[in-house]
């Protein structure tokens, strides 16, 4: 299985344009060779399925290191089955989604949207928010955004997700548990 991190209107093949933050999990299916064409449906299903499920608990997991603001972020993860090859996407359309996960390069940050976490989450005026939200522009225009693993687990979500359920492994099992469902091939 591979994990591939994309940001910022990344493309794969075979998918529209991913969103913010796109995370792609797959594997290469094979059905043995042998199996009557039915049997085989159900083995590829059980695949999906196990594949759907591990997903959905990587995004159940990433959420425990979401920072909150609005619970937007939080809210926003979207799980998606790729025909070809398989694989789930784990997607956010919020724009501070890959900012949160990767970090931010140098450059000019949308200023609007700082004001209104100043006011949110800072708890300041409308004046003192738009002063901050400048200082904190100006700041990352010149430094970008670096994403340390925090002490409180916030931050890098995804990537401490995957590494609290050790790896690949929860994925693996989420499959295997899925085909044994289905009984001796």
Not at 91 to 111: F, H, I, L, N
């Amino acid at each position: 299985m591979d994990r591939e991190a994309r940001t910022a209107g990344g493309e794969a093949a075979g998918t529209k344009k991913m969103t913010d933050l796109t995370l792609l999990i797959g594997a290469d299916v094979t059905t043995p060779s042998g199996l009557k064409a039915r049997r085989a449906a159900r083995v590829v299903t059980a695949i999906e399925l196990g594949m759907v499920r591990g997903g959905n608990r990587l995004i159940r997991e990433a959420r425990k290191y979401t920072p909150r603001d609005r619970g937007s972020l939080i809210d926003s993860y979207r799980l998606e089955l790729l025909a070809r090859p398989k694989r789930v996407a784990v997607t956010s359309d919020r724009p501070q989604a890959g900012p949160m996960e990767k970090g931010r390069r140098a450059g000019m940050p949308p200023v609007a949207a700082l004001i209104a976490w100043a006011e949110n989450k800072l708890g300041l005026s409308s004046k003192e928010a738009r002063k901050a939200g400048w200082a904190i522009a100006i700041n990352m225009s010149r430094h970008g955004i670096r994403v340390p693993l925090k002490a409180d687990g916030q931050g890098q979500m995804f990537k401490r997700a995957w590494a609290q359920l050790g790896g690949r492994r929860f994925f693996v099992e989420a499959i295997r548990s899925e085909l044994r469902k289905l009984g001796p091939l």
